[in-house]
């Protein structure tokens, strides 16, 4: 009998684990199902009522890199005007750009997934703003959101100088989305500055906790000097270049609108700090290949996607209007070079840092005892200066010590103008033949300077800026000296 009783119990326990083993019969529900997601919205409207006052308004809009936390309202009113203005994308480069918000990017919006956006714009390129009467007409223009699933027929019109268009929209899907103008031709709107991002989070939230978050993104500028000769405060006005555009040959590659800008801006963290990243790469035409030196991506979700992720990872490739959230652990004190490892858009201005040191309590630096105004006078070293500034300024410093290249004050007193021709002239074949140029390498992270392409009467140009700076530092340093007795 008790054999009986154990070979039933036996084989009830062998069904039950039979079925457990086996298909569910619980649905799993899947939050990407169309039924599960909001596919309708009412109809646009447009209006000659026209906003006034600021250019950009919404509690859920971000004006820089240092994102604020999640506002929670599940409708984000968010009124982001064009504007037509000049912009500075690199040292002495004047840009005659094309804006949503009044600003390049445009502010980044935060929301999350099942919120509505109810957005309004109203097409402000008409209205006179200092110094661009003279540099762009009022045109069309309209707003292309990724992160919305709507008809682009409704909502995407483009509206005339004068008009406001409103619609509203739910986010579906969390990610990093772009905006950008759609305006025919939509390669010359974005290029111009029209484009910006949507950071949707997870409806819960993201699934790690960190110390820092911080928007990237990544653009190219296609310019040239205005043909007439224009000029803005004084410096020479930039336009488009169409021919470059079209090439896609880009002057300037730069991070959150600015070459060069978040070097001298860095962001912060201490060390031990996680930091979240959220980089989207607008292009208009351009890869990226994003790269912290000094660290590792723990966590990187493409497209901004906590379901997309992937591990462990030393680079992340971006194309045109990709994104990616990257999480990196702080390892110790420094600064950490954020750059396209496409080392030819690094060198356009892609890069940028994150510094664990407190810039409030550094002493200011005496720039090797010049003036931080001083300008040469001769012709060639003030040609060698702009360009300077405009092309070598993210890697190299002028006496502030060295960055992701040497400190260039003293380098004529380091190396001769031979050596420095040869430099400037072919990097790669003094890498491979020249002692000290393998050296040098080694010394800055492994990072070799790309060929620029410089002619000879480049190269002189940059050499006499380079000897100029050298006599100035001796000279002042001699005044010093003598004023001391």
């Known amino acids: 009998m008790l054999i009986k009783l154990a070979l039933r119990i036996t084989l009830v326990l062998a069904i039950?684990?039979?079925?457990a083993c086996g298909p569910s019969t619980k649905k799993e529900i899947d939050p990407y199902d169309a039924s599960q997601i909001e596919l309708k919205s009412p109809?646009?409207?447009t209006s000659m009522e026209r906003h006034?006052?600021?250019y950009a308004v919404g509690a859920a809009l971000n004006f820089n890199a240092e994102l604020k936390p999640l506002e929670?309202?599940?409708?984000?009113?968010?009124?982001?005007?064009t504007t037509h203005k000049i912009v500075e994308i690199a040292p002495g480069v004047q840009f005659s750009a094309w804006t949503f918000g009044d600003q390049v990017p445009g502010p980044t919006i935060r929301a999350r997934v099942g919120d509505k956006i109810h957005f309004s714009m109203t097409n402000r390129s008409d209205e006179i703003l200092p110094g661009i009467s003279m540099a762009m007409a009022p045109m069309m223009h309209s707003m292309d959101f990724h992160a919305a699933m709507v008809s682009p027929q409704d909502k995407y019109r483009s509206i005339a100088?004068?008009?406001t268009i409103e619609f509203e929209f739910t986010l579906n899907y969390p990610g990093i989305f772009m905006y950008h103008c759609g305006t025919p031709m939509i390669l010359e709107h974005i290029a111009s500055g029209m484009y910006g991002a949507v950071v949707v989070e997870p409806k819960a939230g993201y699934p790690t906790k960190v110390d820092h978050e911080y928007l990237v993104i990544q653009s190219e500028f296609y310019v040239k000097p205005d043909p007439a000769g224009k000029k803005f405060n004084g410096a020479p006005l930039y336009i488009l270049d169409a021919d470059r555009l079209k090439a896609s040959?880009?002057?300037?590659?730069?991070f959150n609108g600015k070459h060069n800008g978040m070097v001298k801006q860095p962001l912060t963290a201490k060390p031990g700090e996680r930091v979240r990243l959220f980089v989207l790469n607008v292009g208009p035409s351009k890869t990226s290949s994003f790269h912290v030196v000094g660290t590792i991506f723990d966590r990187v979700w493409l497209e901004g996607n906590p379901d997309n992720q992937m591990r462990g990872m030393q680079t992340v490739l971006l194309g045109s209007?990709?994104?990616?959230?990257?999480e990196m652990v702080i390892p110790e004190a420094g600064s950490y070079i954020m750059v396209d490892h496409h080392f030819a858009n690094a060198s356009q201005g892609a890069i940028g840092l994150i510094s664990t040191l407190d810039k409030s309590k550094e002493p200011e630096l005496e720039h090797h005892n010049m003036e931080a105004s001083a300008t040469p006078t001769a012709p060639l070293a003030v040609k060698g200066k702009n360009a300077f500034e405009s092309k070598c300024l993210a890697c190299h410093s002028v006496g502030q010590g060295n960055k992701l290249g040497p400190d260039m004050a003293g380098v004529t007193q380091r190396r001769k103008d031979e050596w420095l021709t040869?430099?400037?002239t072919a990097p790669e074949k003094m890498l491979a033949t020249n002692d000290e140029a393998k050296a040098m390498l080694k010394q800055f992270n492994n990072i070799p300077m790309p060929n620029q392409g410089l002619s000879s009467q480049e190269i002189k140009q940059y050499l006499a800026y380079f000897h100029w700076i050298d006599e100035s530092m001796t000279a002042t340093k001699t005044k010093k000296s003598e004023a001391s007795k």
């Open 249 to 254: 040959q880009p002057t300037h590659t730069v």
């Open 422 to 424: 040869q430099w400037l």
């Open 72 to 81: 929670l309202s599940p409708v984000k009113n968010v009124q982001l005007d």
């Open 161 to 163: 100088p004068g008009q």
């Open 16 to 19: 039950s684990m039979l079925y």
């Open 52 to 54: 006034t006052g600021p």
């Open 321 to 326: 209007s990709n994104s990616a959230i990257v």
């Open 43 to 45: 109809a646009a409207k």
